[in-house]
């Protein structure tokens, strides 16, 4: 069994600041990348940031000096500090892994947390 866990959303006013954190736990050989997505009511799932095992990121060009995401390999966790914060923020976010449950396993698979909601007001 793989979980993701995430917490630290909430409500906040425009100009305020946010941090997200996401834990994997279970089965889990070796995660590759993680990630932000976020969706609001009616609209398509967007990638807000990436980051790889050994640290390369990429950002949504919305959130490009604003948002930056973070991990700790031992803790099986990634973070994401949002500040800044925009009305149009407002949505469900979503944390993604990409991981191998055990050693010699050919391809990853892929888990999402729950979602947790910020809401973000003018």
């Known amino acids: 069994q793989v979980q993701l866990v995430e917490s630290g959303g909430g409500l906040v006013q425009a100009g305020g600041s946010l941090s997200l954190s996401c834990t994997a736990s279970?089965?889990?050989?070796?995660?590759?990348?993680m990630g932000w997505y976020r969706q609001a009511p009616g609209k398509q799932r967007e990638l807000v940031a990436i980051?790889?095992?050994?640290?390369?990121?990429d950002y949504a060009d919305s959130v490009k000096g604003r948002f930056a995401i973070s991990r700790d390999n031992a803790k099986n966790t990634v973070y994401l500090q949002m500040n800044s914060l925009k009305p149009e923020d407002t949505a469900v976010y979503y944390c993604?892994?990409?991981?191998?449950?055990?050693?010699?396993?050919?391809?990853?698979?892929?888990?999402w947390g729950q979602g947790t909601q910020v809401t973000v007001s003018s």
């Open positions: 993604e892994a990409d991981l191998l449950r055990v050693a010699g396993q050919y391809r990853p698979n892929v888990y």
């Open positions: 279970g089965s889990i050989f070796r995660i590759n990348d």
């Open positions: 980051i790889s095992s050994n640290f390369l990121t």
